[in-house]
C-alpha cells in the first residue's frame, strides 16, 4: 500500500506562478523525502523569512518521516515489525497515525489495512527488474494481513497476528501534511501550499481573495496533462492512482494499490481518485482515496457518503476517474474544466 499518488507536479504552473500577498513574490522550496519530491511555498513573506520557515518545514517532515517509514531503521514503524508481537511504545504521532488508519479499516471493511507490510516487502515496485512474487508467497503473506490484530492501548503498539508487519505508506504522507501545515500556522503563515509529492495543503487562499487553482493529472499521461483542476481554500486536496507505480510482465500490467485479501494489486475499475476536505484532514483523506480505489466506483461512492454523513463537519467530497476516462464527482465536488 505504499502509494500513490499524484496531484501533478502541473501543479507549479497552476499556482506557483500566481504571485503572493501584498507586493511580495511567492518563495518555494522543495527537497525530496518520503520517496518523492516535496515542496513549499508561502505567499506574503520576505524571502529569508520565507526560507527559514521553509526549512523548519522540511525539518517536520524528516523527523516525522524517521517515525512513521516503515524501512527507516530504528523508527516507530520499524520497532514494532521487529518485536516478535510485543507491545511497543510509540510517539503520539504515530500513535494517532496507527488510529486513523485502523479507523478507516473499520470503515473500509478492510479495504484499507496498515498491517499490509509483508506484501509490500514482496512487490518491490521501485526495483528497476520487478518481478512477479510467487503465488505461494503472496498467500503466505496475505495471511499475516488483518488489521483487526492490531492492540492499540494509549501509547502502545502490539501486532497480534504471528509474522504481521505494519506499513505507514497509505497514510503517513498525508498526516506528515498535516504536521507540516500546523508547524507552517505556528510560524505565522497565511497563505500557502504544501506539496508532498501531491498529497497538498491549500493554506488560506491567493493574494486577491480568490481560491488556489489545484491541477488534476489525467491517469497515464505522465504528467503531461490534467482532467481539470478544482479551486479551494484552507482544504487538503489528495489523489491516489494505480498508475503511478505500476510494471508489465507477460502482457500484464501490475499496480502498487496491492488486495489486503488476495495479496495481488487491487481489481479496480477505477484508475484515480481524489478527495478533497478540509485543512487538518489530509492524512485520513489519503488512507480513504486508497480505501476507494479498492472498493470500485460503485463501492467508493457508497464508502465517501457513509463517511460524509459519519463527519459532516469535515467538508469531505470525492471525485473518480474510471478506466475509460470517466469522471464522476460526489455533489459538492466541482471540476474546472481544462481551458482551451
Not at 481560491?211 to 499521461?221: A, K, M, V
Request: charged content about 30%.
Amino acid at each position: 500500500m505504499f502509494k500513490k499518488i499524484v496531484l501533478t507536479i502541473m501543479l507549479s504552473l497552476l499556482i506557483i506562478s500566481q504571485t503572493g500577498c501584498g507586493n511580495k513574490e511567492a518563495v518555494t522550496g522543495s527537497d525530496e523525502y518520503l520517496d518523492t519530491v516535496c515542496e513549499i511555498t508561502l505567499y506574503g513573506c520576505d524571502e529569508d523569512e520565507a526560507q527559514e520557515i521553509i526549512t523548519g518545514g522540511f525539518r517536520v517532515i524528516a523527523d516525522n518521516e524517521a517515525l512513521l517509514s516503515k524501512t527507516v531503521e530504528g523508527s516507530d514503524v520499524d520497532r514494532i515489525n521487529d518485536s516478535g508481537g510485543k507491545a511497543v511504545k510509540v510517539s503520539d504521532i504515530t500513535a494517532e497515525t496507527i488510529a486513523t488508519g485502523l479507523e478507516v479499516g473499520e470503515l473500509s471493511g478492510g479495504d484499507f489495512d496498515i498491517t499490509i507490510g509483508r506484501l509490500t516487502d514482496l512487490w518491490d515496485f521501485k526495483s528497476e527488474n520487478p518481478e512477479v512474487p510467487s503465488e505461494t508467497d503472496i498467500r503466505a503473506a496475505a495471511e499475516t494481513v488483518d488489521y483487526r490484530q492490531v492492540d492499540l492501548s494509549g501509547n502502545r503498539v502490539r501486532l497480534n497476528k504471528d509474522g504481521s508487519e505494519m506499513d505507514l505508506g497509505g497514510i503517513a504522507k498525508g498526516y506528515i501534511a498535516d504536521l507540516v501545515t500546523e508547524y507552517l500556522e505556528k510560524e505565522g503563515v497565511e497563505s500557502g501550499i504544501v506539496n508532498l509529492g501531491g498529497n497538498v495543503v491549500a493554506i488560506g487562499s491567493r493574494a486577491d481573495g480568490e481560491d488556489f487553482t489545484i491541477g488534476i493529472e489525467r491517469p497515464y499521461s505522465d504528467r503531461t496533462e490534467i482532467i481539470g483542476s478544482v479551486s479551494v481554500s484552507d482544504k487538503t486536496v489528495v489523489t491516489s492512482g494505480i498508475y503511478e507505480r505500476k510494471f508489465e510482465k507477460d502482457g500484464v500490467l501490475y499496480h502498487h494499490i496491492l488486495d489486503p485479501e488476495t495479496g495481488f494489486p487491487a481489481d479496480t475499475d477505477l484508475e484515480a481518485v481524489t478527495i478533497v476536505a478540509d485543512r487538518g484532514y489530509s492524512g485520513f483523506c489519503d488512507a480513504l482515496s486508497t480505501a476507494c480505489l479498492m472498493a470500485g466506483a460503485d463501492g467508493a461512492r457508497t464508502l465517501v457518503e457513509k463517511i460524509q454523513k459519519k463527519y459532516p463537519d469535515r467538508h469531505i467530497e470525492a471525485l473518480f476517474i474510471d478506466r475509460e476516462d470517466n469522471v464522476t464527482e460526489t455533489d459538492g465536488m466541482k471540476l474546472n474544466p481544462v481551458e482551451e
